[in-house]
């Protein structure tokens, strides 16, 4: 008599960004003043407008350059620790929906009329409280998308961040991709509770 197993499907390296990406977004919730450091030693490998990652000839160029950095460290130091986000399924294939799309289109941003972030949401479940999205364009490496979105250099509403820090957010799903411009995307969709459909 033989016996089958049928083994889980293998993650895929998106998947396995989007899990470290939430771990990131949780260690700067639940410790701002010590995700502080990284943000500092990030801060010490710029040049002008430009960030020079260690080991490499690549110039990042930014639209604030080290003062934004600056000014998300002194937030961190104020930020009370808030409790972490937990993982929301339904949540991640909402992200999953975008980084596809635009992975074929090249698009940028939050979608508009089917692929608006409620409209998607509201196709897999239903939310309560609250819901946000925070979109990260480039990075392929977990502490730079976290990093990425709580500096928010150009932004100057510093809506990514506040999405990070909003203590009604308590679950979230993320999904990261190919994009055809940026190389990489990671889509994070947050909300007050997410059941799906």
Not at 42 to 69: D, L
Request: charged share 25%.
């Amino acid at each position: 008599m033989a016996l089958l197993f049928a083994l889980p499907p293998k993650a895929s390296a998106g998947d396995d960004l989007a899990r470290a990406v939430l771990t990131e977004l949780n260690a700067a919730r639940a410790n701002p003043k010590a995700y502080a450091e990284h943000l500092r030693v990030y801060r010490s490998q710029f040049s002008g407008k430009y960030h020079i990652p260690p080991g490499t000839k690549i110039r990042y160029i930014t639209k604030e350059g080290p003062k934004a950095v600056d000014e998300a460290v002194c937030f961190l130091e104020r930020q009370r620790p808030l409790s972490t986000l937990g993982w929301a399924e339904g949540l991640a294939h909402v992200a999953a929906e975008l980084v596809r799309d635009q992975a074929k289109t090249g698009a940028i941003g939050h979608g508009s009329g089917r692929m608006e972030m409620r409209a998607r949401a509201e196709r897999v479940g239903r939310w309560q409280s609250t819901i946000g999205e925070n979109i990260s364009y480039g990075p392929d490496d977990a502490r730079r998308v976290a990093m990425q979105l709580i500096v928010d250099d150009g932004m100057p509403d510093r809506g990514h961040r506040k999405n990070i820090f909003t203590p009604d957010f308590r679950v979230a799903g993320i999904a990261c991709g190919p994009h055809p411009v940026f190389e990489t995307s990671c889509v994070i969709d947050f909300a007050g509770w997410f059941s799906e459909r």
